[in-house]
């Protein structure tokens, strides 16, 4: 009878393991070096496009061009701001500001993120102060309309 009862008694002893994360921290520190490497890849990788705060609604446009990530952003919203390469300035300072960027960083082209509200004239005055310090290659920012079709 003693002999059941020690074959019951094995038969529903807890199986408890001699190694634990919580016993042993050694083990833990490959894995948290695993994932500190993996956040610090995902950082590294991330683009950070900084905006500024005021909301620009862009016009929509059926035909769309492409232009190159990185270009100089200048934003016009409809209250009058403007900032260029998120710096807020006033828009009699962006003449020489072009030459600056011009002159420094070898800039040839620039895109003109102006909300839909804003006079046209204001528009036309950026594209000239642009062209006159010698940009290249001038860009309006639109936003795409899906489901319209281009009228002829």
């Known amino acids: 009878m003693n002999s059941l009862r020690e074959q019951a008694g094995i038969r529903w002893r807890r199986y408890r393991s001699r190694q634990s994360l919580f016993h042993n921290p050694l ?4 894995l948290v070096n695993l994932a ?4 610090l890849f995902m950082l590294l990788h991330a683009s950070f496009v900084r905006q500024p705060a005021s909301a620009v609604q862009l016009p929509n446009a059926t035909f769309l061009n492409g232009a190159p990530y990185g270009l ?23 003449a ?4 600056r960027a011009v002159r420094d960083r070898k800039a040839t082209a620039i895109t003109i993120e102006a909300d839909i509200l804003v006079p ?33």
């Open 72 to 94: 100089m952003v200048v934003v016009v919203t409809q209250e009058g701001l403007v900032f260029f390469n998120d710096e807020r300035m006033a828009l009699d300072d962006l």
């Open 96 to 99: 020489p500001a072009f030459n």
């Open 120 to 152: 046209y004239g204001v528009i036309l005055r950026v594209m000239n102060m642009a062209t006159a310090a010698g940009l290249q290659q001038v860009n309006l920012a639109t936003r795409p309309s899906f489901g319209e079709e281009a009228m002829p």
């Open 36 to 39: 500190l490497l993996i956040m």
């Open 27 to 30: 083990g833990i520190i490959p």
